[in-house]
């Protein structure tokens, strides 16, 4: 119960990330650019976000997407620790533990 819970929370936030992330507010664009990433590439992070949360709400796919969460959660701060935007790891980090959680039980 607590594994579905946590799972549907992630799916949640990988949803709204994705959107957020396709859409691409001047900020966001302005992040990834500073990264060193293509224009294009916040709508490849966007899209991996919603097939996160689609795997995420499929039992058959759940973990396959909490793999890809994880991975795509290691990577966002692996980028911004490189960067040595070290506020800006929390929420990953987080995120990466509450998949982990949920992947363990």
């Known amino acids: 119960m607590t594994a579905t819970i946590l799972t549907w929370l992630l799916g949640a936030f990988f949803l709204i990330g994705g959107g957020v992330n396709i859409v691409a507010p001047a900020p966001i664009r302005a992040e990834f650019q500073r990264w060193g990433f293509p224009g294009w590439f916040h709508f490849l992070v966007g899209a991996l976000e919603l097939a996160v949360a689609v795997m ?3 039992p058959g796919w759940r973990t396959g997407g909490l793999v890809l969460a994880a991975v795509t959660m290691v990577s966002a701060t692996a ?3 490189y960067h040595k935007e070290y506020s800006h790891a929390l929420i990953p980090g987080a995120v990466l533990a509450v998949t982990c959680i949920a992947a363990w039980i």
């Open 56 to 58: 995420l709400v499929v």
């Open 79 to 81: 980028v911004v620790l």
